[in-house]
T-cell receptor
């Protein structure tokens, strides 16, 4: 079977840096994607790692270690609008999502 | 910017009734997907569709579900005999190739309430 683990909640203040970890067990792994979802709206794509290492996209970065079956999303210079749910998703022949991490950013 | 659209935004139906959820994927995309999200839970894969046939389906996608691309723009999910536990948000998504299935574009969802 496939399983992904990520923390259920994270809190931080504006301007801070937060890291959301994701560990996975799966077969047919091509890579790890990250999606953001505000208030049950449409998930939106943030980042993707097919290979080990760090991918940087503006304030957001994502890391993957295939040997450790582990990845993380790093959010820098947090803003109030970053308050949302963040999902890691294993990319195989379909996207399999984790349970999501609710990030609350306070001033 | 092109976007995936879904109708209706909210559908209320009685248990045992059939519902059809509609989606218009991004026009040059070739791969289409349906997901569901029960309130407060994770997004769950239902089915993927390419070249007018199902590519993959999950255990959730049983015989009560079917998908169709009735014309060049619409992509539909039919639930034949709804159950209370089918109440969820249903998201349609599309991607332009199998190589970019990691980046899927999601519609705003249809909230299905089964009473």
């Amino acid at each position: 079977g496939q399983s992904l683990e990520q923390p259920s909640e994270v809190t931080a203040v504006e301007g801070a840096i937060v890291q959301i970890n994701c560990t996975y067990q799966t077969s047919g792994f091509y890579g790890l994607s990250w999606y953001q979802q505000h208030d049950g709206g449409a998930p939106t794509f943030l980042s993707y790692n097919a290979l080990d290492g760090l991918e940087e996209t503006g304030r957001f970065s994502s890391f993957l270690s295939r040997s450790d079956s582990y990845g993380y999303l790093l959010l820098q210079e947090l803003q109030m609008k970053d308050s949302a749910s963040y999902f890691c998703a294993v990319v195989g022949t379909a996207l399999i999502f984790g349970k999501g991490t609710t990030l609350s950013v306070s001033s | 910017e092109p976007e995936v659209t879904q109708t209706p935004s909210h559908q209320v139906t009685q248990m045992g009734q059939e519902v059809i959820l509609r989606c218009v994927p991004i026009s040059n995309h070739l791969y289409f997907y349906w997901y569901r999200q029960i309130l407060g839970q994770k997004v769950e894969f239902l089915v993927s569709f390419y070249n007018n046939e199902i590519s993959e389906k999950s255990e959730i996608f049983d015989d009560q579900f079917s998908v169709e691309r009735p014309d060049g723009s619409n992509f539909t999910l039919k639930i034949r005999s709804t159950k209370l536990e089918d109440s969820a948000m249903y998201f349609c998504a599309s991607s332009d190739s199998s190589d970019s299935s990691y980046e899927q574009y999601f519609g705003p969802g249809t909230r299905l309430t089964v009473t």
